[in-house]
């Protein structure tokens, strides 16, 4: 871990990310209800909110629409990602390399790791590569550290959301993205086994705007240090009003209650 605190994707310590890699890892469906957002531009205009610190993208998507965002949108490229074709234990291939991340404006990479399932090892070492090669461009690593394969049945369970930040930390994350643990001593206990790493909450499928604020309220005050988020944001009607409410909640520390009344 290095300090991250002046990298463009952290605000006063907090990171907002906006994610948008759902075409790839689950396919159009996430877009069924909001059927204009299929085009991603849709989806950059909303990153374009003061409270977005960066917006996760793969490579083809930045490749194709960031060159017209690159004024007003901090750039995670995600260099790892896979389709929800894949029945096998859970796996990611590469799709890009921090070089290409590089010479596409990125201001920070992302690469998911699944510990736990049988194919950790390679995962491990893909990630090794990555973060070494993102130590030279001086970009930071963020880790969608998510555990998961036959062996894990419950991969929200305490005990593996403090595994996952902790071995974030311990193989060179700079920001470990978790899932919420289910209640706020879990969360807690997972921002301490991470040390001084910071760690941002996972958004997840969409639920109301109390549920998902009071979410993110909790986090925050565990210790989270902000959210990556995808269909929470951009399957609402209105993506801006959220985005109000979450930087009030994540940047200005109020409750879920205060955001949604103002
Ligand atoms: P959401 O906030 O929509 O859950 O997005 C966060 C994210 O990590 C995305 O980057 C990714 O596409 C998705 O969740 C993967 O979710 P899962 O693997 O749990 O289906």
Redesign the pocket.
Same mark, same amino acid.
């Given at each position: 871990m290095l300090p991250i605190d002046d990298s463009p994707i952290v605000r006063d310590g907090k990171s907002l990310i906006l &994610?948008?890699?759902?075409g790839?890892?689950?396919g159009p469906v996430?877009f069924e209800d909001v059927p204009e957002k299929l085009d991603p531009a849709t989806v950059f205009e909303t990153a374009t909110h003061d409270a977005v610190t960066a917006m &996760?993208v793969q490579k083809g998507i930045a490749e194709g629409y960031y060159p017209s965002y690159e004024d007003d949108v901090n750039l995670l490229l @995600?260099l790892n #990602?896979t389709s929800?074709l894949w029945m096998g234990e859970p796996d990611s291939p590469v799709n890009c390399t921090v070089d290409y991340a590089a010479e596409l404006g990125a201001d920070a990479v #992302?690469f998911?790791v699944y510990s736990g399932s049988n194919h950790e090892v390679e995962m491990y070492e893909e990630f090794r590569d990555a973060q070494e090669s993102a130590r030279d461009h001086d970009l930071p690593m963020v880790m969608?550290s998510?555990p998961?394969g036959q062996g894990l049945k419950n991969d929200t369970k305490p005990s593996t959301i403090s595994y996952a930040t902790r071995l974030a930390l311990e193989i060179g994350a700079d920001i470990a %993205?978790v %899932?919420y643990p289910g209640d706020p001593d879990a969360m807690e206990h997972a921002c301490k086994a991470a040390g001084d790493m910071n760690v941002v909450m996972? #958004?997840?499928? @969409?639920t109301s705007d109390y549920d998902f604020l009071s979410t993110v309220e909790a986090a925050v005050n565990a210790g989270c240090t902000g959210l &990556? +988020? #995808?269909?929470? +944001?951009w399957?609402r009607e209105n993506p801006t009003h959220i985005l109000d409410a979450l930087e009030k909640v994540i940047f200005e520390e109020e409750t879920a209650d205060a955001a949604l009344e103002a």
């Open positions: &994610a948008m890699d759902h790839l890892e689950h996430d &996760a @995600k #990602g929800n #992302g998911t969608w998510y998961r %993205k %899932k996972s #958004g997840g499928s @969409k &990556a +988020v #995808g269909r929470n +944001v399957q």
